[in-house]
C-alpha cells in the first residue's frame, strides 16, 4: 500500500520568504539557538584546545570526545521529556520550557564546576562535569527542538531552522572566540606557560552567558498545549511514550524509513569525524589563541551563519533534497582544504580561506538537514521522533571520531582530513535515492 501524502504548500515569493525572519517565531529561535549552541564546544571543541594546551596527549583527547555521545543517546529519555511533567517548573511554565530550564540550570552549575578543576592536576573531575553538561545539553536540545516544530507551520520551518542555526553559530563564536579571547585575556604577560587562572575565568563567564536562555525562556509563551490521553496504568504510559513514536514513524514510512535512517545516520559523518582534531591541529600548527579566535571562531563561524541564510531560503525556494546534496558535495570536498592546509605550514591568509570555505558548506547543509528532520516528525510526538533522528545523526560520526587521536598520530593530519572526506561520498549516493522517492511519492 503506497504512503498517502498531503499535496506540497505553494512556494513562497522571494519578499514573503526574507520577511519570516522577522516573525516572532524566528526571533525566539535566535536567542533560543544561542542557549543550544553554547554548551558544545565547551564540552568538545573548545574543550580539545584546553586539553592539548595542558598536555593531554592527542588519542586521550580523541577519546574523551566520546562524552559527545550524550547527544546520540537523547533518545533515550526523550520520551520522559516529551510527557513527564517535571513538579512545580511544569505546572507554572509548561511541558516544553520547564524541561529548557531545567537543563538549563544544570549546563549552568557544571560549567561553573568546569571552570574551577584543572585538567592538569585532576583529569576525571573535568570529564564527570563535561557529561553533566553533555546530558543537559541533550535534554535542553530535546525540549528545544519540539519547542520548535510545535511553534509554526511546516512550511516555516527551514526559516525557524536558519534563525536557530544563526544563534547556535553566534553561541559558538562566543563559546570558541570568547573563551580564547578571554582566556588570552586573563593570562599573566611574557610567559607560555599553561595558566589555569585564565580557562577558570573563560569557564566562569560562559556559565553565566547561558542566562540568555534563561531570559528568553521565562519570557517566551508555551506552544499550545496538545492533551496526551490519560494512561490507566504504567503499561499504557510506556506504550504511548516508547512505543507509539516509533510505531508512528515506520508506519508511516514503511520500507522507505530504513533508507531514510540511513542517510541521517551518516550526513554529517565528514564534519563531526573531523572537528574533533581541529583545534588540537591549530594548536601543533603553532597558531596562538588570538588566531584561531580570530579566524576559525570568527570569520569561520559569521561564513556559516550566511551559509544557515542562504540554505534556509534556497531549502523554501528549491525543496530541501537539493539542498541537502549541495551541502553533502561540499561538505565532504571542504575537508580536503584542511589536508592542503597541514602541508601548508603555518599561514593565517591560508587558515582564513579554509575555514570560510568550510563553515559556509557547513551553514548550507545544516540549514537544509534540520528542515528535513523536521519534515518526518509528527506533531504529536514532535520530540521524542527528533530525538531519535538528530540522535541518529551524531551516533556513528562521534563513535568514529572517538578514534580520530590514534589515527592521526599513525597517519598524520594530511591523511586523516582526506579520509574524513571520502566518509562523505555515501551520503551522496542515498541523498539520491531518497530524493527519487520522494519524488515517486509526491
Same mark, same amino acid.
Given at each position: 500500500?503506497?504512503?498517502?501524502? !498531503?499535496?506540497?504548500?505553494?512556494?513562497?515569493?522571494?519578499?514573503?520568504?526574507?520577511?519570516?525572519?522577522?516573525?516572532?517565531?524566528?526571533?525566539?529561535?535566535?536567542?533560543?539557538?544561542?542557549?543550544?549552541?553554547?554548551?558544545?564546544?565547551?564540552?568538545?571543541?573548545?574543550?580539545?584546545?584546553?586539553?592539548?594546551?595542558?598536555?593531554?596527549?592527542?588519542?586521550?583527547?580523541?577519546?574523551?570526545?566520546?562524552?559527545?555521545?550524550?547527544?546520540?543517546?537523547?533518545?533515550?529519555?526523550?520520551?520522559?521529556?516529551?510527557?513527564?511533567?517535571?513538579?512545580?517548573?511544569?505546572?507554572?511554565?509548561?511541558?516544553?520550557?520547564?524541561?529548557?530550564?531545567?537543563?538549563?540550570?544544570?549546563?549552568?552549575?557544571?560549567?561553573?564546576?568546569?571552570?574551577?578543576?584543572?585538567?592538569?592536576?585532576?583529569?576525571?573531575?573535568?570529564?564527570?562535569?563535561?557529561?553533566?553538561?553533555?546530558?543537559?545539553?541533550?535534554?535542553?536540545?530535546?525540549?528545544?527542538?519540539?519547542?520548535?516544530?510545535?511553534?509554526?507551520?511546516?512550511?516555516? !520551518?527551514?526559516?525557524?531552522?536558519?534563525?536557530?542555526?544563526?544563534?547556535?553559530?553566534?553561541?559558538?563564536?562566543?563559546?570558541?572566540?570568547?573563551?580564547?579571547?578571554?582566556?588570552?585575556?586573563?593570562?599573566?604577560?611574557?610567559?607560555?606557560?599553561?595558566?589555569?587562572?585564565?580557562?577558570?575565568?573563560?569557564?566562569?563567564?560562559?556559565?553565566?552567558?547561558?542566562?540568555?536562555?534563561?531570559?528568553?525562556?521565562?519570557?517566551?509563551?508555551?506552544?499550545?498545549?496538545?492533551?496526551?490521553?490519560?494512561?490507566?496504568?504504567?503499561?499504557?504510559?510506556?506504550?504511548?511514550?516508547?512505543?507509539?513514536?516509533?510505531?508512528?514513524?515506520?508506519?508511516?514510512?514503511?520500507?522507505?524509513?530504513?533508507?531514510?535512517?540511513?542517510?541521517?545516520?551518516?550526513?554529517?559523518?565528514?564534519?563531526?569525524?573531523?572537528?574533533?582534531?581541529?583545534?588540537?591541529?591549530?594548536?601543533?600548527?603553532?597558531?596562538?589563541?588570538?588566531?584561531?579566535?580570530?579566524?576559525?571562531?570568527?570569520?569561520?563561524?559569521?561564513?556559516?551563519?550566511?551559509?544557515?541564510?542562504?540554505?534556509?531560503?534556497?531549502?523554501?525556494?528549491?525543496?530541501?533534497?537539493?539542498?541537502?546534496?549541495?551541502?553533502?558535495?561540499?561538505?565532504?570536498?571542504?575537508?580536503?582544504?584542511?589536508?592542503?592546509?597541514?602541508?601548508?605550514?603555518?599561514?593565517?591568509?591560508?587558515?582564513?580561506?579554509?575555514?570560510?570555505?568550510?563553515?559556509?558548506?557547513?551553514?548550507?547543509?545544516?540549514?537544509?538537514?534540520?528542515?528535513?528532520?523536521?519534515?518526518?516528525?509528527?506533531?504529536?510526538?514532535?520530540?521524542?521522533?527528533?530525538?531519535?533522528?538528530?540522535?541518529?545523526?551524531?551516533?556513528?560520526?562521534?563513535?568514529?571520531?572517538?578514534?580520530?587521536? !590514534?589515527?592521526?598520530?599513525?597517519?598524520?593530519?594530511?591523511?586523516?582530513?582526506?579520509?574524513?572526506?571520502?566518509?562523505?561520498?555515501?551520503?551522496?549516493?542515498?541523498?539520491?535515492?531518497?530524493?527519487?522517492?520522494?519524488?515517486?511519492?509526491?
Amino acid at each position: 500500500m503506497s504512503t498517502i501524502t !498531503q499535496p506540497p504548500p505553494p512556494r513562497l515569493r522571494w519578499s514573503q520568504a526574507l520577511r519570516v525572519y522577522l516573525e516572532p517565531a524566528s526571533l525566539r529561535m535566535l536567542a533560543l539557538g544561542f542557549s543550544a549552541g553554547l554548551p558544545l564546544l565547551l564540552v568538545l571543541g573548545t574543550l580539545s584546545f584546553w586539553l592539548r594546551e595542558a598536555g593531554i596527549d592527542r588519542t586521550t583527547i580523541g577519546h574523551l570526545s566520546w562524552v559527545g555521545l550524550a547527544y546520540g543517546f537523547k533518545w533515550v529519555w526523550s520520551p520522559l521529556v516529551d510527557r513527564m511533567p517535571l513538579p512545580l517548573l511544569t505546572r507554572l511554565l509548561g511541558r516544553r520550557r520547564s524541561w529548557l530550564l531545567l537543563s538549563q540550570w544544570v549546563i549552568m552549575g557544571s560549567l561553573a564546576v568546569m571552570a574551577f578543576t584543572d585538567p592538569k592536576l585532576a583529569l576525571s573531575p573535568v570529564v564527570w562535569s563535561a557529561l553533566a553538561v553533555a546530558f543537559a545539553s541533550a535534554t535542553q536540545d530535546i525540549a528545544l527542538d519540539a519547542y520548535r516544530i510545535e511553534s509554526a507551520s511546516t512550511e516555516r !520551518q527551514a526559516a525557524l531552522a536558519a534563525t536557530y542555526q544563526t544563534g547556535y553559530r553566534l553561541a559558538m563564536i562566543w563559546a570558541g572566540a570568547g573563551v580564547l579571547w578571554i582566556a588570552a585575556r586573563a593570562e599573566v604577560a611574557n610567559t607560555a606557560l599553561y595558566q589555569h587562572q585564565a580557562w577558570q575565568t573563560a569557564y566562569l563567564v560562559m556559565a553565566a552567558s547561558m542566562l540568555v536562555g534563561v531570559v528568553t525562556v521565562l519570557l517566551s509563551p508555551e506552544p499550545e498545549r496538545r492533551p496526551l490521553a490519560p494512561a490507566r496504568n504504567l503499561a499504557q504510559w510506556l506504550q504511548g511514550a516508547l512505543v507509539a513514536p516509533f510505531a508512528d514513524f515506520l508506519g508511516r514510512y514503511r520500507w522507505q524509513a530504513v533508507l531514510i535512517l540511513a542517510l541521517i545516520a551518516i550526513y554529517r559523518i565528514s564534519d563531526v569525524v573531523m572537528g574533533i582534531m581541529a583545534n588540537p591541529f591549530y594548536v601543533d600548527m603553532g597558531y596562538t589563541k588570538d588566531e584561531v579566535a580570530a579566524v576559525t571562531k570568527i570569520y569561520g563561524v559569521i561564513m556559516t551563519l550566511v551559509g544557515a541564510f542562504i540554505g534556509g531560503v534556497l531549502s523554501m525556494r528549491l525543496g530541501v533534497m537539493r539542498v541537502l546534496m549541495l551541502g553533502a558535495v561540499l561538505s565532504a570536498a571542504s575537508n580536503l582544504l584542511f589536508a592542503w592546509l597541514s602541508g601548508h605550514g603555518h599561514d593565517v591568509t591560508a587558515l582564513v580561506f579554509v575555514v570560510s570555505a568550510d563553515n559556509l558548506s557547513s551553514g548550507i547543509a545544516s540549514a537544509a538537514f534540520i528542515a528535513y528532520l523536521s519534515s518526518l516528525t509528527n506533531v504529536q510526538y514532535s520530540a521524542t521522533q527528533y530525538a531519535l533522528f538528530s540522535s541518529l545523526m551524531l551516533m556513528l560520526p562521534k563513535f568514529l571520531a572517538g578514534f580520530s587521536g !590514534q589515527y592521526v598520530d599513525a597517519f598524520g593530519y594530511g591523511n586523516f582530513f582526506v579520509a574524513t572526506a571520502l566518509l562523505g561520498v555515501p551520503v551522496l549516493g542515498l541523498i539520491w535515492l531518497a530524493g527519487r522517492w520522494v519524488a515517486v511519492h509526491r
